[in-house]
């Protein structure tokens, strides 16, 4: 009989979105009238930008005719969306980054998942307390982790709390670690990392020769011009850092998919005999084995959120969300809630009102206010307590939760 992977009969809970969306949809069986309102998972619900979506025509047709007819693309992604990537993320912003050191993929979620086959089992992962579940996770699927606990924390990941007492700010683990996981803009917390936060990561990771794996795919949210968009825009981080970067929240792509990584050609790993070896080639070989690249009208429309008329309306799409992020702070705060987050982040991160649980205030927004938030306890153990709203909703849905919630916790 074929064996199975048992590491993931480790991960007891289903993963956390479909796990809401299994209660959203029963309590929705059980009250069809309920005209119920979702701030959980962080999906856009604008539509792409006009010039994203002519760019994807466009590709399209080209595929209509023999003479531009493209079959497989390179599968790291075509030199014309890499050498944007590199001209308006990077080059701009004075970080010296390659064209072949950008590997478009489909997401975020998955590079961060894949990028793991690239390591060895032995690694010590560090996990900032909540965290996005992809990288736990994954880690456990992995088998880098032993049996998980009822708070959801598992053996033999290092955990790094944050909470309103440390600020949202990880401290360094007080151990060695190899492998560490960022995400900044924060999700869940919508907290951001200033430099001197992230330059002592980097330093850490520079003494303990570990691999920070960076996820910005909230960059574009940030608003405050002292915060930094990318890791590379610290000292050193070349030699230490995987960056994560995506097309989903700032340009509308959840649906259709775009994303890249980043892997600098002088970051290094270690073999088991202890040999330095470069990163870039052994991720090129896993994404070109495992990976047949974006489809090309994607790519195309990925390239077109760097023209001006994109960056325009990006830009528009953004402060959408983030004035959505504006009225649901403001709209807490007014009936005493402590929130956090939502100014340089598409999520609001609250405390739970009358200390209930985090899974007890789902319920009760679900059952009282036909609202839909994610229970920060299913981001991790130091999210107990706490919950999360995703500003990612039409104007009047925004303005209607806010009454909703207000009515719930008065
Ligand atoms: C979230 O709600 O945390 C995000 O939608 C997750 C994701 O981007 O996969």
Redesign the pocket.
Known sequence: MALINDNFLKLKAGYL?PEIARRVNSFCDANPDANVIKL????VTEPLPPVIVEAIHAGVDELASRESFRGYGPEQGYDFLRKAIVENDYKSRGIDIEADEIFVSDG??CDTGNILDVFGQANKVAIVDPV?P?YVDTNVMDGRTGEGDDSGRFEGLVYCPVTAENDFIPSLPNEHVDLIYLCYPN??TGTVATKETLQQWIDYAKEHESIILFDA?YEAFITDPEIPHSIYELDGAKDVAIEFRSF?KNAGF?GTRCAFTVVPKQLTGKTSSGESTAIHPIWNRRHCTKFNGVSYPIQRGAEAAYSDAGKQQISDLVSFYLTNAKILREGLEAVGITVYGGVNAPYVWLKTPGGSTSWDFFDQLLQKGHLVG?PGSGFGAAGEGYFRL?AFNSRENVEEAVKRFTDVVS
Not at 40 to 43: H, N, T
């Open positions: 979105f959980g998972i962080g999906d975020s979620k996005y992809v999700n869940p795919a989903s959840t994610t995703s």
